[in-house]
Nanobody, 125 residues
Framework: QLQLAESGGDLVQPGGSLRLSCAASGFTFSLDYYAIGWFRQAPGKERENVSCLTSGGGAIYADSVKGRFTVSRDNAENLVYLQMNGLKPGDTADYYC?????????????????WGQGTQVTVSS
């Protein structure tokens, strides 16, 4: 059973940076075979898919974070990162990573089978 654990959330001033980590464990196949998504949900708002890192290495971003966020993975350490730069108050949310075994293509939100517990990011002066 794949398990995911996020870390790195914090309080940061506007314009600042954070790097979130998603640690994966308990999987049978290489993490290479999983698509990893980062999601966020702010109070009173719908969950937003901010990025996806496909098993083929392609990275996709929501328009709201494009140019500011970068997703990457370290397969040797079973970690996936979300580097967030130029943070804005509107980025304040709980951030979650999710995974699905998917060799080809970009998963829809409903395809993700495994979810972490989330980490809180607050952007405020």
């Amino acid at each position: 059973q794949l398990q995911l654990a996020e870390s790195g959330g914090d309080l940061v001033q506007p314009g600042g940076s954070l790097r979130l980590s998603c640690a994966a464990s308990g999987f049978t196949f290489s993490l290479d075979y999983y698509a990893i998504g980062w999601f966020r949900q702010a109070p009173g708002k719908e969950r937003e898919n901010v990025s996806c890192l496909t098993s083929g290495g392609g990275a996709i971003y929501a328009d709201s974070v494009k140019g500011r966020f970068t997703v990457s993975r370290d397969n040797a350490e079973n970690l996936v990162y979300l580097q967030m730069n130029g943070l804005k108050p509107g980025d304040t949310a709980d951030y979650y990573c999710a995974a699905v075994f998917k060799l080809v293509g970009v998963p829809t939100t409903h395809e993700y089978d495994y979810w972490g517990q989330g980490t809180q990011v607050t952007v405020s002066s």
